[in-house]
């Protein structure tokens, strides 16, 4: 490490210090000990080694990494995001390739990858954007990067809600539609308004969610995201209660998948495309808020088998799980506690890395209605493994 390198990780643990102090120090030309304000911000930075090893001599068993500074493959991901914005740089004003292929990446990483694993290239790709549109020498591009704009925003609003933070992902998902009123493009209006009614119905506001729904089929009829939009529809209806509604959604669902049109966005593919198979989840999920409907079970083992394979192209592992909760809620109400047990044998599983706000709140809603089926061991077993699960959701480190 540099000396300048010590004198930054020691400064992240709390305490300010000067280069030229820190070489004083490691080079034992004070011939003294630190302050006691100045050693505990050492040892914190290093580790929780004592100040007397820190500043005796080397001890390579003793070797470790401060915080603050890098890793070698953090290193190395630094070192090829400096070449992205090189080659941005060199690119002609009207070729954003390179953002488009890192956006189409993250599109398809987000359904079946842990979150931390994507929010730092989400947040890279959304400053790399913020800076190319407020450069006075890129005249001419700003429909294009508006639309990068737009949809990265929205995953990073998707991401806020798999963390359980419903108002910062309003926040995010308002912002990346005034993005999209610059892009005039109706498909990202519409999937945009389809992510906020997503963020809506978890967060327990359904008639915001039906609003939501209802603004963005406004903007799309015939695409992907309107079809989006007709299952979300069928939650919000559900939800409120209005099976007859909820079902001519679901039907409307259906209509809609047999004639949409393809958008730029399908060509993205992963979570900026919205698939029948994502549709019969959202269609199980409505049936699930209408206890004792005759049609919840098949509707549910539908969904179930829609997302049996994960090597399909358009598997998510989110998905996979609301499914299963879904067809676990369809045998309780049936009595079939140690069928719904067997449903969710994949879900109780997940790492917790998997374990975003809508698996979780999925899980809940399982155990809300297992708490109105008979009293049995099999209700009491499956009870505890819920409330274990539901313990521990996936948290960020700071």
Known sequence: MTWRAVARAIE??????????????????????????????????????????????????????????????????????????????????DDYRLLEDELRDLARAYPVKALPELINPM????????????????????????????????????ASHDLGNPR???????????????????????????????ISYWDNRARDSLEYAQRGLAASTDTTAALWLHASSARAWARLGNSDAAV????????????????ELDEYGGILTFTPARAAY????????????????????AAVDAFSDPSV???????????????AIARIHTGEIEGAAEALTGVLSLPREQRIGGIIKSVQRVAAALRTADTSGARADLGDSLEAFTRSPLVLAP
Request: glycine letters at 10%.
């Open 12 to 93: 992240s643990a709390g305490h300010p210090i000067s280069v030229a102090h820190v070489t004083r120090l490691g080079t034992g030309v004070l011939g003294s000990t630190p302050t006691a304000g100045l050693s505990r911000a050492m040892e914190r930075a290093f580790g929780g080694l004592p100040i007397a090893v820190l500043l005796g001599p080397p001890d390579p068993a003793l070797a470790i990494r401060p915080a603050g500074i890098t890793t070698e493959m953090e290193a190395l991901a630094m070192a090829a995001e400096k070449m992205r914005k090189l080659g941005m740089n060199l690119t002609p004003i």
């Open 282 to 301: 959202y269609a199980a999920d409505a049936y699930a808020w209408l206890p004792g409907h005759p049609d919840a079970e098949r509707v549910a083992t």
């Open 313 to 327: 192209e358009d598997w998510a592992f989110g998905d996979a799980a609301g499914a299963a909760c879904d067809l």
């Open 248 to 263: 001519s959604a679901v039907q409307a669902a259906q209509d809609t998948a047999e004639t949409m049109q393809r958008t």
């Open 123 to 158: 947040v890279t790709l959304q400053e790399s954007v913020t800076e190319a549109i407020t450069s006075p020498s890129r005249p001419g591009d700003g429909r294009r990067l508006y639309g990068i704009g737009a949809i990265t925003g929205g995953m990073l609003a998707k």
């Open 168 to 198: 910062s992902a309003i926040t995010q998902a308002r912002t990346a539609l005034v993005f999209a009123d610059h892009l005039g493009d109706p498909a990202v209006t519409a999937w945009l308004n389809g992510l906020m009614s997503l």
